[in-house]
C-alpha cells in the first residue's frame, strides 16, 4: 500500500484501495510536472531566454510549479502532527505561488495589449505579490490549527469556511476574472492587429511584431492554469454540495489534473518554434560551454551582435 497505514482513508472508508489510486495518480503526474517544469527553468537559463521579461515571468512561474510539484509528491495520508502541517502549508503556499503568477502574467498580457503599457519596471512589487502575499495567506491557518489530514493528503482540514475562505473563494473569483480579462485580451488584439493591416508603417509594424512575440510566448499559460483547474474545482463543489458523498470518479480526476499544470506548461514551451530551433546537441552544446566560460556571452536575444560581429571581422 503506499499511504500511511496507521492512517485510514478517511473519503472512502469502505475502499482504502481508493486512496492507494489517488497518490499514485497525484505522485505519478506531479512526477512528470516536476521533470517539465525543471526542463522549463534549465532551458531558460541555459539559452539567457531569461534576459526578456516575458520569459523571466515564465521562469517565476515554472520555479513556483516546481516546488508545487513537490508539494503533490510529498501528499499522503499522515495523521495529524508537525510533518503533515509542514505537507498542508507547502501545499497551500505553492498553490497560491503558481495562481499569484498566472495572474501577474495575465495581467502583463492586458497591459501590453490593452493600454500598450509595459510593466517591467515594476517587477520587484510583481515579486512581492507572487511570494510574500501567498507566504501570508499560507500561515493564516496555522491560527487555530486549520492545518491536518484532509482526506487523502495533509491540507487544510474539512472545515468549509477555512477551505472557501482560504482558497476556494479567491480561485473561484481569480478564474473568473481570468477568463473575462483573457475574452478581452483577444478580442482588443484581433482588433488592434486588423487597425495595422494596409498603409504601411514602420513603427507600427515593429510595434506588431514585438507585441506579437510577447504575446505569443506568454498566452497560452493562463489557459493552461483555467484548463487544469475545472475538474478540481468540480469536485470541490460536489464535495461542498455532499461533504459525505465523495464521488471517486471526480476525485480522481481532479488528483489527475491538479498538478497537471507544470508538465502541460513544459509542453507548450517545448513546442515553442525559437525553442526547438535550439534544442540540438549542438546548440545545447554551445550554449553549456558558454554558460560554463565566465568570458563567453551567448546571442540568442541580441541579433545585431552576431552582424556587428561579422563586420569586424571583415575589417
Known sequence: MVYNESAECPLFPDNPGHCDA??????????????????MIVVIWLFKKHVAFSQRLILYLSIAAFFDSIAYLMGDIRPDGPTCDFQAWWLSFFDWCVLMWVCIITFNLFMNVVKTKNIERFEIPLHVLGWVVPAIISFLPFAGNHYGPAGAWCWIVNDLGWRFGIWYGPLFIAIAVLVVTYVYIIVTLNRRLSTWHGTYDPDSER?????KEDIKSLRAYPFIYLAASIFPLINRIQNAAAPDDPVFALVILAA???????????IVFGMDRETLRKLTPTQIKVAFMARMTKTASIQEFHPQSRTDEEESQQE
Open 207 to 211: 510595434q506588431a511584431a514585438m507585441l
Open 256 to 266: 489527475l489534473t491538479a498538478p497537471l499544470h507544470g508538465a502541460m506548461n513544459a
Open 22 to 39: 489517488l497518490i499514485h495518480v497525484r505522485r505519478g503526474v506531479s512526477s512528470i510536472s516536476l521533470i517539465g517544469c525543471l526542463f
